[in-house]
């Protein structure tokens, strides 16, 4: 006798295939030589053919934001980047990937005002990242903006713990702001920390106390 259970799987996958559209089964396909020519490092192929998937399937923002991620860290091409981050926030605007992506190329571009924007709404409720807090700090500090960068340190490490980043960060910015005390113990405890220290950071660290 045959399971019922099977037969209404089988019926439920025969359905939504029957529910896709011409355009997102043929996305399907352009996506697939997409993830090819991006696993042969030919970038500027794999996007070409992820645009060209995502003109038929626009709905689908892991396709936008996948172009927005080879924009920025593989093309460096910040401004579109930036307008793919901002095509995934037209259909999910708390999106975490589209607004570190727009964060980050918005700040390239030196539009900080436009970075804060978007840095400041990745750090917002459950699903934020390590890195658009590390980022929006960052971009804090590149503005000298020195107290406020070390108050979202202190919430980076509040929600996820102390990173090797967010000490080393938090330790620089005491040494610029002269509380040499405060970073003196920031720079022990980084070498005590346990995490793995490049070596050249450690020879500055251990440099840097025996002033």
Known sequence: EADSSVIAKETLIVQQQDKQSPEMVEAKDIIAKAIAAERAENYESAVVLYEQAFDKWPSNVNISNRISSLY????RQNAK???FAQRTLSVDKGNQVALLNAGIASANMENTQLAEQYFSQSIQG????KEGFLNYAALK???KDYRGSLSILSQHDQKFGKS????VASARINDVLGAYALANNQYREILNSGYSIPPDL???IRERLER
């Open 126 to 129: 459950k699903n934020s990242s």
């Open 141 to 143: 500090e590149s503005k």
């Open 202 to 204: 450690a020879k500055y």
């Open 72 to 75: 920025l860290n593989y093309l």
């Open 164 to 167: 090797l980043e967010s000490m």
């Open 81 to 83: 980047s930036l307008f």
